[in-house]
């Protein structure tokens, strides 16, 4: 079955560092990768999504390309923010039949920005 | 658009009661999804609810069930809760049938089994 493995955490950066978040994942066909950002709180946010091989995903300064040689989907950004300090989700949509909206999370990763 | 709303926020029960969650998808939504996020975990997928049917189911046993309204809000039912059901409770809603549609998530019921 599909699955999603992502860099174990917590990851504490300071402010200005760059970030990478590593995930891989497991699926059958042409799965659409997605990362999420939970704050303290509150529910999942999309962060970013990619659709297709090569296809590069962006929002917030955040970034990660679609690596369907690597079955990789990478979270990067140049320079995080204390407003940044949160848990992170990569998952996977497959699209095979019938699971068109279901997710597969990976653990989550817990970053903290420190000033 | 008041998004997701789920209700309550916490819960506490005891091993072997029964718990009802609800959830009241975002305005224009038809399709609502129901997640498990143990502490420490990313969410797992229990259920999905179309047209007042079960759609999907993830792996998870009979226990929980669900049931979607005419006006597309569900509920989630847990019967005979096990210390193991601790967890919080996410619902997800989306427009069924478009191409890439953005999946919406509430803040979760924090339910506790003591």
């Known amino acids: 079955g599909d699955s999603v493995t992502q860099m174990e955490g917590p990851v504490t950066l300071s402010e200005e560092a760059f970030l990478t978040i590593n995930c891989t994942y497991t699926?059958?066909?042409?799965?659409?990768l997605f990362w999420y950002v939970q704050y303290p709180g509150e529910g999942l946010q999309l962060l970013l999504k990619?659709?297709?091989?090569?296809d590069k995903g962006s929002n917030k300064g955040f970034e990660a390309t679609y690596r369907k040689e690597t079955t990789s989907f990478h979270l990067e950004k140049g320079s995080v923010q204390v407003s940044d300090s949160a848990v992170y989700f990569c998952a996977l949509r497959g699209n095979s039949g019938g699971s068109n909206y279901k997710l597969t999370f990976g653990k989550g990763t817990l970053l903290t920005v420190n000033p | 658009d008041a998004g997701v709303t789920q209700s309550p926020t916490h819960l506490i029960k005891t091993r072997g009661q029964q718990v009802t969650l609800r959830c009241s998808p975002k305005?224009?939504?038809?399709?609502v999804s129901w997640y498990q996020q143990a502490l420490g975990q990313g969410p797992q997928f229990i259920f999905q609810y179309y047209e007042e049917e079960e759609r999907q189911r993830g792996n998870f046993p009979d226990r929980f069930s669900g049931h979607q309204f005419p006006n597309y809000s569900s509920e989630l039912n847990v019967n005979a809760l096990l210390l193991g059901d601790s967890a919080l409770y996410l619902c997800a809603s989306n427009r069924q049938g478009v191409t890439n549609e953005k999946l919406f998530f509430g803040s979760g019921t924090q339910l506790s089994v003591l």
């Open positions: 699926a059958t066909g042409y799965p659409s």
């Open positions: 305005s224009g939504h038809d399709t």
């Open positions: 990619a659709t297709k091989a090569d």
